[in-house]
């Protein structure tokens, strides 16, 4: 089995912070990007950060100055972390990785199963 598994949601006021993790489990050769989505009740779903297996990031400009992705390849996960959270911050967060995988070998994209950020005003 191979799965994704987010943690750090929550509820927070307006200013503060968070942390979301994503876990990868399962036979996973390698990972390749990273990213952070997030989608709002009857709208698509939007990047918020992603980050290429040389460390390059790219931010939503909403986000920019405020959240920081990051990655550690040997456990396979990556993190959002986000700081000075606005109301409009407010959404379920997923985690998206592509990765190769193993028996047999080839390529997929991989979703968690979302993790809900609240920001009260």
């Known amino acids: 089995q191979v799965q994704l598994v987010e943690s750090g949601g929550g509820l927070v006021q307006a200013g503060g912070s968070l942390r979301l993790s994503c876990a990868a489990s399962?036979?996973?050769?390698?990972?390749?990007?990273m990213g952070w989505y997030r989608q709002a009740p009857g709208k698509q779903r939007e990047l918020v950060a992603r980050?290429?297996?040389?460390?390059?990031?790219n931010y939503a400009d909403s986000v920019k100055g405020r959240f920081t992705i990051s990655r550690d390849n040997a456990k396979k996960m990556v993190y959002l972390q986000m700081n000075r959270l606005k109301a409009e911050d407010t959404d379920v967060y997923y985690c998206n990785m592509r990765v190769y995988m193993l028996s047999p070998y080839r390529y997929l994209e991989l979703w968690g199963q979302g993790t809900l950020v609240t920001v009260s005003s």
């Open positions: 399962g036979s996973i050769y390698s990972v390749n990007d």
């Open positions: 980050i290429t297996s040389d460390g390059s990031t």
